[in-house]
């Protein structure tokens, strides 16, 4: 091999070897949260009784390969139930969490959590004025405004008393039934909801009126798994407008739900399973003001960078100019050898 040639050839790996983690890590093709922002879970289905040490634990989820760290202990004695929806609470800055038994039993609970600390303090049953409610899935829009479902009707919940209201009228068959994942769109400011009975169809809710609009017909979400396997325990929304979900084997996935009217199975990226902690309440959690204000540091540039494809399209254009070098580094060692 000639000099020249073997200048251009290690120029040529210096430049891949280089630029090979910025391109591997756009490879995995998975969605990036908020600039800043967490995605929190509880345990965790299976460990309910009053002998579990797991249950309320709260979990921080990676969303590209669906590890889970552990945020804080168990701080409420368990009821035998379950944590079975979530949502977080700008208002307050917390993340308000159910107890329940997945099975239409009474009694519920609310409770709330720290999301720096993972401390869970439990709010109250929840009752309604005839007395105790059986709660499926929460969500909190904005003004501290909570809301639930039991079975197929909507209340209005008071987070300060875990006092429902029904939304929903008397003697209106509105189409949805069984709601167990159910979230707020910060995006979009809307209400979604996955009928469960439905085959996973996907619902818009107005709240005020207590009134559904299906969005998706069977959207199949998510596209793996068969039966109950694929019914959904839990959905969030990211401040990009991102649903962020865990199904009944415990996968986390994501998908778009902008383009409301189509089939967004199409828009569904598997992330991995959370087997280990078996959570089915999932929230997602803004950055602290502070932290958005100065940049969020590093990890925030980088998510940015990678739900906008901008970092692996800096990293082409970096390597396509190194080769130039290489190859103009080449030309000029050879044209000095003929001369």
């Known amino acids: 091999m000639s000099r ?6 290690i120029t040529t790996i210096a430049a891949l070897v280089s630029l090979t983690p910025a391109l591997a890590a756009h490879a995995v093709g998975t969605r990036a949260l908020g600039a800043g922002e967490s995605l929190y879970a509880f345990a965790g289905n299976g460990w309910g009784g009053s002998g579990s040490t797991e249950f309320g634990k709260m979990y921080s989820l990676s969303v590209a390969d669906a590890t889970s760290t552990l945020v804080g202990p168990n701080t409420v004695a368990s009821t035998g139930l379950y944590p079975s929806s979530a949502a ?13 038994d997945f099975n239409n039993g009474t009694p519920c609970y609310l409770t709330h959590a720290d999301p720096a600390t993972g401390t869970s303090t439990r709010v109250a049953q929840i009752m309604t004025s005839n007395g105790a409610a059986y709660c499926n899935a929460i969500a909190i829009g904005d003004n501290h405004n909570g809301y639930m479902w039991n079975g197929s009707v909507l209340y209005a919940l008071d987070l300060d008393t875990a006092l429902a209201t029904r939304v929903t ?10 709601v167990w994942s159910f979230a707020f769109n910060p995006a979009d400011s809307e209400f979604y909801a996955v009928g469960n009975s439905n085959n996973n169809a996907l619902f818009q809710i107005d709240v ?3 009134t559904v609009t299906e969005l998706v017909p069977h959207a199949d979400m998510p596209t793996y798994g068969t039966a109950n396997s694929k019914r959904l325990y839990g959905i969030t929304f990211d401040s990009n ?3 962020w979900g865990i199904n009944a084997d415990t996968e986390l996935f994501s998908a778009l739900v902008s383009n409301a009217g189509a ?4 828009t569904i990226e598997e992330v991995g399973s959370v087997m280990s902690i078996e959570p089915y309440a999932l929230a997602a959690v803004p ?3 502070e932290s958005v204000e100065s940049g969020a540091g590093e990890e925030a540039e980088n998510n940015a960078l990678a739900e906008t494809g ?5 990293a082409i254009g970096t390597l396509a100019a190194l080769l130039l070098v290489s190859a103009s580094i080449a030309a000029m060692l050879r044209r000095r050898s003929v001369s």
Do not use: K, L
Request: net charge negative.
């Open 169 to 178: 009228p008397q003697n209106v068959n509105n189409g949805i039934d069984t």
């Open 263 to 266: 089939d967004i199975s199409s």
């Open 310 to 314: 901008a970092g692996e399209t800096a």
């Open 241 to 243: 407008g991102v649903m």
């Open 208 to 210: 005020n009126a207590g």
């Open 4 to 9: 020249f040639t073997r200048v251009a050839a």
């Open 287 to 289: 950055a602290a003001e």
């Open 88 to 100: 977080y609470d700008a208002e307050t800055g917390a993340i308000y969490w159910v107890e329940s």
